[in-house]
């Protein structure tokens, strides 16, 4: 089955640095990579996600990039603000197999300094 | 609020106890999951609906979790004979177009 690793697991930057977060999977099958944040106490929200036919997608602040051939995907925060303070799971999906779960990554805790 | 909506969100039971939560997704969206989460870590799947059928169900579902969405419209999970490993964060979400997967809020569950 899918599997997916993410790393770093802690992040800490300064207000206005770049922030990135890696996480690699396991399936080639899988062609839908979505990013959440959740905030303590909160619903992970969908921020932004990627399709296995594109390699790049920006929306203002937030980036992320897919490497299929790697099987591994990225997402960059630039401009960082304390409000980006959460942790942020990735993760992946293969709907072609039948299955619709999100296999998640374990989550990255991202502190941003003022 | 439009959102995916869950009851209760906190529930504090003894062991042995039996549970049950709600989820009520997004009206237009006729797929449903389940997932647990617990500190630290990522959800991880339980099972998930299309309509009123139930089509997965992940082996962390043993025969003490029991999901149902009768009408295709809120579903509940129940679990009987809670065990204190079952203490998680457990979270509904809704979806119409297989991807797109939008959360609830969540139901913490703690079992003394």
């Known amino acids: 089955g899918e599997n997916v690793e993410q790393h770093p697991s802690t992040l800490s930057v300064q207000e206005g640095d770049s922030a990135v977060i890696k996480c690699t999977y396991s399936d080639s099958a899988s062609n839908y990579f979505p990013w959440y944040k959740q905030e303590l106490g909160k619903r992970p929200q969908l921020i932004i996600d990627?399709?296995?036919?594109?390699g790049e997608k920006k929306d203002q602040r937030i980036a992320v990039t897919l490497n299929k051939t790697a099987k591994h995907f990225s997402l960059h925060i630039t401009e960082t603000q304390p409000e980006d303070s959460a942790v942020y799971f990735c993760?992946?999906?293969?709907?072609?197999?039948?299955?619709?779960?999100?296999?998640f990554g374990k989550g990255t805790k991202l502190t941003v300094n003022p | 609020d439009t959102g995916v909506s869950q009851n209760p969100r906190h529930k504090i039971t003894k062991r042995g106890q039996n549970v049950t939560f709600r989820c009520d997704p997004i009206s237009e969206h006729n797929r449903l999951y389940w997932y647990r989460q617990t500190l630290g870590q990522g959800p991880e799947f339980l099972t998930y609906f299309q309509n009123e059928a139930q089509l997965e169900k992940s082996r962390l579902l043993s025969d003490r979790f029991s999901a149902e969405r009768p009408k295709g419209s809120f579903s509940t999970l129940e679990i009987q004979r809670t065990e204190q490993g079952d203490s998680a964060m457990y979270l509904c979400?809704?979806?119409?177009?297989?991807?797109?997967?939008?959360f609830g809020p969540g139901t913490r569950l703690l079992v003394l």
């Open positions: 993760a992946a999906l293969r709907p072609q197999g039948g299955s619709e779960k999100l296999v």
């Open positions: 979400a809704s979806s119409f177009d297989k991807e797109t997967q939008y």
């Open positions: 990627i399709r296995s036919n594109v």
